[in-house]
């Protein structure tokens, strides 16, 4: 539960990620997604107010965004930061720095997975000169060194182009492969099916949970504009 | 081919070598015969080794050196010519008097490191007269390290002029360790189609105080300017910055542009002034102090690191 000049923003969220799952949100602009990904991660303003949110049996509602990225949480922002000055190749070594740091191969290796040319990119700047998409697929990077345990992706496929598309569902695999746990906000189709599982949110609550082309289907059919084709739900 | 070499008490030298190297620099480079440099250690020249094109001359004082540089006419200098002032001991005086012509037509890029590793009660001053000849070019890089102690008091101030087509571009930079106390003061003139480009970034802690005054006049027919200066303070760290562009020429263009970035308790003013006396001159500022962005913290933080070390990574790109 999370709410905002009094008015709930995230009202009934019934979720639950499997181990290695590839769980995709979907729902209509303003639905609560993004700031469902913000609560998970925990970031200020948006503090769990009501109820429990479990990461591997624990408890983790009280815990800073510090103390549950070292358990494994991480996050890609819709719209990644700027970052003035600062070096792509510094940049990655941050996630793995809790794991013993990353060799310059692993550094190139999460370059090449998210399709850039680690020759090119690695010495330059996050910051000025890199276009958004640029930066995205940087910072999708930045986490696959981090070998994280949860990887919270916001629209990942924002501002990537159509051919780099199945780059990025190859990256959801990937992460997969390699042990971790995928929870994708997404608007595309393509997502949503290489996903395990997909839940719906509308108006702050999670509808329904379930077989992710299934749930494509029935938010395209009758749940936009989410307001007026489904009622609302109730508060939870 | 100018060499000169002069006291050079061993010890001293490598204790120079060794400020020199926590500087930032690499010292191997004031013992290449082949590369011109100066090292000056308190009121000692310790090395100076001009090359073809370069005359060099100092003078030792009671309190420090006077270095008279000149690069003749026509030379383009190939390799950075290395310059280091220093003082070992915690405590003393240095006033280092400078005064450097580049000839018309020449080109150099001066490497300067000044260094006070020890410093708990320093004044360092620096008078500098800089004559950028006509179609000359020079590009100074100045790093300061000042010691953890925060007890440097450094006054650098310089008058330079830049003569028709002549490119001055200066770079001072200190950022790690303390500041101490920071009073930079420079004043530059240039004529018609020169360029000046200023680049300052200071990081201030605990109770530094940085003063940064710099002011371009654009006396030419285009010429161009730009001050650039970004700071970042925290703790109880003070700073004052004033970058002043003149345009008084046709044509002249010129920008000031100010980033800061301020933690805890440190307060920050920034002032850019611009004046124009000539219609078709053209001069432009920003400024903005603000604290580290969110998100860039956040995003850090859900790498696995604390805020602190997040800030502080966010810091060094941004005066990097
Ligand atoms: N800090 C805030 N203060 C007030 N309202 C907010 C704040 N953040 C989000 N909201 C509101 O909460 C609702 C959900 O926003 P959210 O960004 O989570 O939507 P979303 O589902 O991610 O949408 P999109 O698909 O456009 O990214 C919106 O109505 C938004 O205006
Ligand atoms: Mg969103």
């Given at each position: ?10 009202r ?71 970052f ?36 090119k ?41 159509v ?16 042990g ?7 608007h ?19 509808l ?8 494509s ?20 | ?62 309190h ?18 290395h ?6 001991p ?10 450097f ?16 590793p ?46 028709e ?30 360029i000046c ?6 990081y ?18 285009n ?8 700071l970042?303070?925290?703790?109880n ?74 800030i ?9």
């Amino acid at each position: 539960m999370l709410s905002r000049d009094g008015k709930k923003i995230l009202r009934g969220v019934n979720l639950e990620v499997g181990d290695r799952e590839i769980h995709s949100i979907i729902g209509a602009n303003g639905a609560g997604k993004s700031t469902l990904a913000y609560t998970l991660m925990g970031l200020q303003g948006y503090e769990h107010e009501e109820g429990s949110l479990i990461f591997n049996g624990e408890d983790i509602s009280k815990l800073s965004i510090t103390e549950r990225a070292r358990k494994g949480i991480t996050l890609a922002w819709q719209e990644p930061a700027r970052f003035e000055g600062l070096k792509v190749r510094d940049y990655l070594a941050i996630g793995a720095k809790d794991n013993g740091g990353a060799t310059e191969e692993e550094l190139k290796e999460a370059l090449r997975k998210v399709d850039l040319k680690p020759e090119k990119y690695l010495d330059r700047e996050v910051g000025e000169t890199l276009s958004g998409g640029e930066r995205k697929r940087i910072e999708l990077a930045s986490i696959i060194t981090m070998k994280p345990k949860l990887a919270i992706l916001d629209e990942p496929d924002s501002g990537i182009d159509v051919v780099s598309l199945k780059e990025i569902v190859n990256l959801i695999q990937t992460f997969k492969e390699n042990g971790s746990s995928v929870l994708v906000i997404t608007h595309r189709k393509e997502i949503a099916a290489a996903s395990d599982k997909a839940s719906l949110m509308c108006e702050g609550v999670i509808l329904r949970s379930g077989d992710p082309l299934e749930i494509s289907e029935f938010f395209k059919n009758r749940c936009i504009p989410c307001d007026s084709r489904v009622s609302p739900p109730k508060a939870a | 081919m100018t060499q000169i070499t002069l006291n050079t008490l061993s010890s001293e030298i490598k204790d120079m070598d060794a400020a020199y190297s926590v500087a930032g620099g690499d010292s191997a480079v004031l013992h290449d015969h082949e590369l011109a440099s100066l090292v000056i250690s308190g009121n000692k020249v310790l090395n100076a080794n001009g090359i073809k094109g370069i005359v060099l001359e100092t003078k030792e004082t009671e309190h420090g050196v006077d270095v008279k540089m000149i690069i003749k006419k026509g030379y383009k200098i190939p390799l950075p010519v290395h310059l280091c002032f220093g003082l070992i001991p915690q405590d003393g005086l240095q006033e280092i008097g400078m005064n450097f012509v580049a000839e018309e037509d020449s080109a150099v890029e001066l490497v300067a490191h000044c260094t006070f590793p020890n410093a708990v009660k320093i004044i360092h001053r620096m008078e500098a007269q800089m004559h950028v000849g006509k179609n000359a070019l020079l590009k100074y890089t100045e790093t300061h390290f000042h010691g953890p102690h925060g007890g440097a008091q450094v006054i650098p101030k310089a008058r330079v002029k830049i003569e028709e087509g002549g490119r001055y571009y200066n770079n001072f930079s200190l950022v790690s360790g303390r500041v101490g106390s920071l009073e930079f003061d420079y004043d530059v003139d240039a004529e018609k189609d020169s360029i000046c480009e200023m680049v300052t970034k200071v990081y201030g802690k605990k109770d530094d105080k940085i003063r940064i005054m710099e002011k371009v006049s654009l006396n030419g027919e285009n010429a161009r300017s730009v001050i650039k200066s970004r700071l970042a303070i925290t703790e109880n760290a003070e700073s004052e910055f004033r970058g002043i562009t003149e345009g008084h020429a046709p044509r002249s263009r010129g920008h000031v542009d100010c980033l800061e970035v301020i933690q805890g308790n440190a307060k920050a003013e920034a002032v850019p002034i611009v004046r124009v006396d000539n219609p078709l001159a053209k001069v432009t500022h920003e400024a903005a102090i603000g604290c580290v962005d969110k998100k860039e913290v956040e995003t850090l933080m859900a790498r696995g690191l604390e805020e602190d070390e997040a800030i502080d990574i966010i810091v060094k790109g941004m005066l990097a």
